[in-house]
């Protein structure tokens, strides 16, 4: 069957993808299709084609497969945050976890590898302890919406997938706790009243950017972090003192300002307009601080499982030294500090290592050293072998510099932590012959997403 764009076809998916879309194979041609799963027959629609395979759009389910389930979000689907809200939770574990291992098998090209069941996230719902909502003067209407009419030149809410300038208005999201949603109507209230205006993504006018909320677990308390173009106390203040006063959780609502066209919900500076400057959480025995725009995992009790993952692999006795690289804050050397002679971090952000040696202070820590730079050329200096290395990359893994560097240090044990299973085997596979893989274990972190976090054990041959 030729395939072309615009087509309408009716098929079975038989696969899914990494990236979370079904996979068809027609005359052995591959079509990826969005919001449809194994199981599914679907009625699709290719909006795109290229010489090896096309994507297209699931329009009517035909017949739902046995483990599809109702979406509790109306957004579903139209927001990008979670794909996977109509996929039974464990069918998601089962695949991520099959994800992690097809990895290791097509790019590393290892074969054997034991990958444990994906461990599940206490909490599937609910469970974000961070959230960014942006501003926009075009509201992105729902096809339920169309023909209504609905004031399109406001919107608070999520970005509708692929794009950088479509908003799409919401009024709660379930990946936060309750409150947060409360938060986010009132936040919507008071900036429609104010009388400034939202920020146009195209235009790069306005005053109203982001609006951030972060939520400690451990205390139940909340920060409001209000993103702005530039500064007007006058009107921010009073926001920030109602929400204080009528909601208890929040101690802390800030001001960040910028003024730069990009879309990230960072400030230049900060302004603190209520309440104090930082609020804090706890992972295992472990207090941190997080201001505004500090690094802290997403999901607060998946985090303190996947340290006790590192931890587990790590299998300290007191007299170990340990190197971490990519440490951030310093999360992981606080809880691997306890269990080692010695820890060293390595970070290349300047703001990091300040809250990481302050995080360290805090917890009586004083057997972790940090090291500020780039790792290429920093880990060169290290004089002296550590008899673990822990690493922790962003999603784009290791940089080839910093492999070599790791080879040419030689540890006997490598713990590697990854948040895409695809730069893993690409690391690994290049580190094959000096490192063998023992086991990896999957932890799930950001349920009704295909995102997986995995923890490997690595030995020197």
Same mark, same amino acid.
């Not at 677990?217 to 530039?230: A, C, F, G, H, Y």
């Not at 995080?359 to 009586?364: D, F, K, V, Y």
């Given at each position: 069957?030729?395939?072309?764009?615009?087509?309408?076809?009716?098929?079975?998916?038989?696969?899914?993808?990494?990236?979370?879309?079904?996979?068809?194979?027609?005359?052995?041609?591959?079509?990826?299709?969005?919001?449809?799963?194994?199981?599914?027959?679907?009625?699709?629609?290719?909006?795109?084609?290229?010489?090896?395979?096309?994507?297209?759009?699931?329009?009517?389910?035909?017949? %739902?497969?046995?483990?599809?389930? $109702? #979406?509790? !979000?109306?957004?579903?689907? *139209?927001?990008?945050?979670?794909?996977?809200?109509?996929?039974?939770?464990?069918?998601?574990?089962?695949?991520?976890?099959?994800?992690?291992?097809?990895?290791?098998?097509?790019?590393?090209?290892?074969?054997?590898?034991?990958?444990?069941?994906?461990?599940?996230?206490?909490?599937?719902?609910?469970?974000?302890?961070?959230?960014?909502?942006?501003?926009?003067?075009?509201?992105?209407?729902?096809?339920?919406?169309?023909?209504?009419?609905?004031?399109?030149?406001?919107?608070?809410?999520?970005?509708?997938?692929?794009?950088?300038?479509?908003?799409?208005?919401?009024?709660?999201?379930?990946?936060?706790?309750?409150?947060?949603?409360?938060?986010?109507?009132?936040?919507?209230?008071?900036?429609? $009243? /104010? =009388?400034?205006?939202?920020?146009?993504?195209?235009?790069?006018?306005?005053?109203?950017?982001?609006?951030?909320?972060?939520?400690?677990? /451990?205390?139940?308390?909340?920060?409001?972090?209000?993103?702005?173009?530039?500064?007007?106390?006058?009107?921010?203040?009073?926001?920030?003192?109602?929400? &204080? $006063?009528?909601?208890?959780?929040?101690?802390?609502?800030?001001?960040?300002?910028?003024?730069?066209?990009?879309?990230?919900? +960072?400030?230049? *500076?900060?302004?603190?307009?209520?309440?104090?400057?930082?609020?804090?959480?706890? +992972?295992?025995?472990?207090?941190?601080?997080? /201001?505004?725009? /500090?690094?802290?995992?997403?999901?607060?009790?998946?985090? =303190?499982?996947?340290?006790?993952?590192?931890?587990?692999?790590?299998?300290?006795?007191?007299?170990?030294?340990?190197?971490?690289?990519? !440490?951030?804050?310093?999360?992981? #050397?606080?809880?691997?500090?306890?269990?080692?002679?010695?820890?060293? =971090?390595?970070?290349?952000?300047?703001?990091?290592?300040?809250?990481?040696?302050?995080?360290?202070?805090?917890? =009586?820590?004083?057997? !972790?050293?940090?090291?500020?730079?780039?790792?290429?050329?920093?880990?060169?200096?290290?004089? &002296?072998?550590?008899?673990?290395?822990?690493?922790?990359?962003?999603?784009?893994? &290791?940089?080839?510099?910093?492999?070599?560097?790791?080879? #040419?240090?030689?540890? %006997?044990?490598?713990?590697?932590?990854? !948040?895409? %299973?695809?730069?893993? #085997?690409?690391?690994?596979?290049?580190?094959?012959?000096?490192?063998?893989?023992?086991?990896?274990?999957?932890?799930? &972190?950001?349920?009704?997403?295909?995102?997986?976090? $995995?923890?490997?054990?690595?030995?020197?041959?």
């Amino acid at each position: 069957m030729k395939i072309k764009r615009g087509q309408a076809l009716e098929i079975t998916v038989s696969d899914i993808a990494f990236g979370g879309r079904g996979i068809v194979k027609i005359d052995g041609f591959t079509v990826f299709v969005d919001q449809a799963v194994p199981g599914d027959v679907v009625k699709a629609r290719i909006f795109r084609k290229k010489r090896s395979y096309a994507e297209a759009r699931a329009v009517e389910i035909l017949t %739902p497969s046995a483990d599809r389930v $109702a #979406a509790p !979000c109306p957004y579903s689907g *139209y927001c990008g945050g979670c794909k996977w809200q109509f996929l039974r939770y464990a069918k998601q574990l089962e695949y991520k976890r099959r994800h992690v291992a097809e990895s290791l098998e097509h790019i590393a090209l290892l074969e054997g590898i034991p990958v444990h069941a994906t461990l599940p996230s206490e909490r599937v719902f609910g469970y974000r302890n961070k959230m960014e909502f942006s501003t926009s003067d075009r509201r992105w209407l729902l096809p339920e919406e169309l023909g209504q009419e609905i004031d399109t030149s406001f919107a608070l809410g999520l970005h509708v997938p692929g794009t950088f300038n479509k908003v799409l208005d919401i009024d709660a999201c379930l990946l936060q706790p309750d409150l947060g949603n409360t938060l986010l109507g009132d936040i919507k209230d008071a900036l429609k $009243a /104010s =009388g400034l205006p939202v920020y146009g993504l195209k235009s790069h006018e306005g005053f109203w950017r982001f609006v951030m909320l972060r939520h400690s677990v /451990s205390r139940d308390e909340w920060m409001v972090n209000l993103i702005t173009k530039t500064e007007n106390p006058e009107a921010l203040r009073p926001i920030a003192e109602r929400l &204080m $006063a009528r909601h208890p959780a929040v101690v802390s609502v800030v001001n960040n300002v910028t003024a730069r066209k990009s879309g990230v919900a +960072i400030g230049e *500076y900060e302004r603190p307009l209520a309440g104090a400057n930082q609020i804090q959480d706890r +992972i295992g025995a472990y207090t941190f601080n997080i /201001s505004a725009n /500090s690094f802290f995992q997403t999901n607060t009790r998946g985090a =303190g499982r996947l340290y006790e993952q590192v931890m587990q692999f790590a299998d300290l006795t007191g007299t170990e030294t340990v190197v971490d690289l990519y !440490c951030g804050t310093g999360t992981i #050397a606080i809880c691997l500090a306890g269990r080692a002679k010695e820890v060293v =971090g390595f970070e290349i952000v300047e703001s990091a290592v300040a809250d990481a040696e302050a995080n360290c202070r805090r917890n =009586g820590i004083a057997n !972790c050293r940090f090291v500020l730079g780039d790792i290429r050329h920093r880990l060169a200096e290290l004089a &002296m072998t550590p008899d673990l290395l822990v690493i922790d990359p962003p999603r784009v893994g &290791m940089h080839k510099d910093v492999v070599k560097q790791v080879l #040419a240090l030689a540890p %006997p044990r490598i713990v590697y932590v990854s !948040c895409n %299973p695809a730069t893993l #085997a690409r690391d690994l596979g290049i580190m094959k012959e000096t490192y063998r893989v023992r086991e990896v274990q999957p932890v799930d &972190m950001f349920p009704h997403t295909f995102h997986i976090e $995995a923890v490997a054990l690595l030995e020197r041959w």
